[in-house]
C-alpha cells in the first residue's frame, strides 16, 4: 500500500543538539510539506517542496532546514537555533498538478519531539 | 489574519448531529477540505468539495459550501464516540499550486454519552 512514513514516532533531544527528522512517501508525490503543531494549536508550515532540490520556507522556518535530494524523500533537521523544538511534527504530500483525482494531502502519523 | 477560520470547541451528545463551521477569504479557492485528526495521529482526509459544487454527501457525512458567504460546514450525522476529535478545514489558495492548503487552527469535538 502506498503511504507516507515518518520515523521515530517519538524523539528526545539535549539542548543544543540538531535532530533529524525523517519522512519517506511511495505515493509518487511531487510536492512534500512540513508542518509543526503545538497543543491545542493548528498546523504552521515549515517547509514546503514542489520538486526534487527546491524548496521554499514557510511561515516558520527559522532554526529549520530540510533537503530534497530524492522525490521519495524530504528530512527535517531541527537546530540547536530552534528556541523552543518541543513540538509535534507533522509531514504530508501531494500532487501538485491537477488531472488526477487524488487531492489533498496524505499525512503521515506524525513524530513527537521533546527537548530534555 | 486567518485565511480560514473555525470555531475551537463543540462538544455534542452522542447520536445527535455535529455541524462544524469554517470560513475563508480567498475567493479563487478551488478545493475545499475536511480533515480529522485523532489524539497523537496525524491528519485524515475525510471528504473535499469543488468551488463549483453546494453539496456533498458521503455516508454520514455532508459538506455544505456557500460560495457568496465564503462559508463551509461539515455535518455528521449520529455522531459517535469516535467521531471525537479535532477537524481540520483547509482550502487551496494559490493558483499557481494547486497542492498548497491553507489550514484553519481546527475544532475539538467532544462527544459526550
Known amino acids: 500500500d502506498g503511504g507516507i512514513t515518518q520515523s521515530p514516532k517519538y524523539l528526545f533531544r539535549k539542548e543544543g543538539q540538531n535532530v533529524t527528522l525523517s519522512c519517506e512517501q511511495n505515493?509518487?508525490?511531487?510536492?512534500m510539506y512540513w508542518y509543526r503543531q503545538d497543543p491545542g494549536q493548528g498546523l504552521r508550515l515549515i517547509y514546503y517542496?514542489?520538486?526534487?532540490?527546491?524548496?521554499q520556507k514557510g511561515d516558520i522556518a527559522e532554526g529549520y532546514s530540510v533537503s530534497r535530494e530524492k522525490k521519495e524523500s524530504f528530512p527535517l533537521t531541527v537546530t540547536s537555533a530552534q528556541k523552543n523544538p518541543t513540538a509535534f511534527y507533522l509531514c504530508?504530500?501531494?500532487?501538485?498538478?491537477?488531472?488526477?483525482?487524488?487531492?489533498?494531502?496524505?499525512f503521515g502519523s506524525g513524530t513527537r519531539l521533546t527537548v530534555v | 489574519g486567518e485565511d480560514v477560520e473555525q470555531s475551537l470547541f463543540l462538544s455534542v451528545r452522542e447520536g445527535d448531529s455535529s455541524v462544524i463551521n469554517c470560513t475563508y477569504t480567498?475567493?479563487?479557492?478551488?478545493?475545499l477540505y475536511w480533515y480529522k485528526q485523532e489524539p497523537g495521529a496525524g491528519l485524515q482526509l475525510l471528504t473535499y468539495?469543488?468551488?463549483?459544487?453546494d453539496m456533498k454527501q458521503d455516508q454520514r457525512l455532508t459538506v455544505l459550501l456557500n460560495k457568496k458567504d465564503k462559508h463551509l460546514s461539515l455535518r455528521i450525522a449520529d455522531t459517535q464516540t469516535g467521531d471525537s476529535a479535532i477537524y481540520f478545514c483547509?482550502?487551496?489558495?494559490?493558483?499557481?499550486?494547486?497542492?498548497?492548503?491553507?489550514f484553519g487552527a481546527g475544532t475539538q469535538v467532544v462527544v459526550t454519552p
Open positions: 505515493l509518487n508525490h511531487d510536492a
Open positions: 504530508a504530500s501531494s500532487i501538485v498538478f491537477p488531472g488526477q483525482e487524488d487531492y489533498g494531502y496524505t
Open positions: 480567498d475567493s479563487s479557492s478551488t478545493y
Open positions: 468539495i469543488f468551488s463549483n459544487m
Open positions: 483547509a482550502e487551496s489558495h494559490d493558483p499557481d499550486s494547486w497542492g498548497k492548503l491553507q
Open positions: 517542496s514542489q520538486i526534487v532540490n527546491d524548496f
